[in-house]
């Protein structure tokens, strides 16, 4: 694919509610710094000049709050944005942004309203994979933690002892995020085919048995699920303001 010829849309599923971060406005609509998490979500997406169309998917029942969201704060005026109400499930809300889409586009992006500090340069790295020929590319990031497997425990309470079966190899495995990057047609059809639960698309394409191939994450692009993380995402939001002064 061309640079001069392909349309990049970003899908951004934003319809969970955010259980883990605790009591309060979905997750996606809490502010960071005073600004909702999804307007630096769809700014980190509008920031790429690849991506000329962002599909937000808001809330089942929060479409025309969404809407009034962005009507309200400054986004790049070449970036096109549509909103739809978003499923119960996030592999749901992918689906349902992915049938917004347009004709022509080629190239989509995935990325969650929670990693809303994701920089430009990851953006750029994954679509860049994908106009080499990678029909599905996810950022990721070695571990810092090592980790266990363990036995499911039925009906257990909360802190009973787990037993562990085993520790895959550290070196081995990453850490990813998104915005995970698709050849347009591959990802419609992994949606049509794959009805397992998963929790990244990457891994419906691995379904499919095609190829699916890591580039550089960052430590910025963290995912906000627990309250500490607002706090880390704040502390982030600062340093940026020291440095860059905005
Ligand atoms: N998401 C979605 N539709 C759902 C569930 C999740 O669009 N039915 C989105 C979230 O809004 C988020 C992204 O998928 O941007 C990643 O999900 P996660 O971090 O798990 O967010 P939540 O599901 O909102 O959080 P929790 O699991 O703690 O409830
Ligand atoms: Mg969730």
């Known amino acids: 694919m061309s640079d001069a010829t392909t349309r990049t849309a970003a899908v951004i599923p934003a319809a969970g509610r955010g259980v883990r971060l605790g009591p309060g406005a979905p997750k996606a609509l809490r502010a960071l710094n ?81 990693r809303p500090l994701v920089p430009v340069d990851t953006v750029d790295g994954v679509i860049e994979a994908v106009r080499d020929g990678a029909v599905a590319v996810v950022p990721a990031l070695p571990l810092a933690d090592t980790v266990k497997e363990v036995a499911p425990v039925q009906d257990a309470a909360p802190g009973t002892p787990e037993p562990v079966v085993a520790t895959p190899e550290r070196s081995r495995l990453r850490a990813v995020q998104t915005p995970q990057g698709f050849d347009h047609d591959t990802l419609v059809r992994a949606h049509r085919t794959v009805t397992d639960d998963v929790t990244d698309d990457a891994s419906m394409v691995e379904q499919l048995g095609l190829p699916v191939v890591l580039v550089p994450g960052h430590e910025e692009a963290f995912k906000v699920t627990r309250p500490l993380d607002l706090v880390l995402a704040e502390a982030v939001l600062a340093r940026r303001r020291a440095t860059d002064g905005f």
């Open 34 to 114: 005073g600004t909702p998490m999804l307007i630096h979500a769809v700014r980190a997406m509008a920031a790429s000049r690849a991506v000329s169309l962002v599909v937000v998917v808001a809330p089942p029942d929060g479409a025309a709050e969404v809407k009034t969201l962005l009507a309200d704060h400054a986004l790049p005026e070449r970036t096109d944005i549509l909103v739809v109400p978003g499923g119960a499930t996030r592999q749901e809300s992918v689906k349902l942004g992915l049938d917004a889409l347009p004709p022509g586009v080629d190239i989509v992006l995935v990325h969650d309203a929670a």
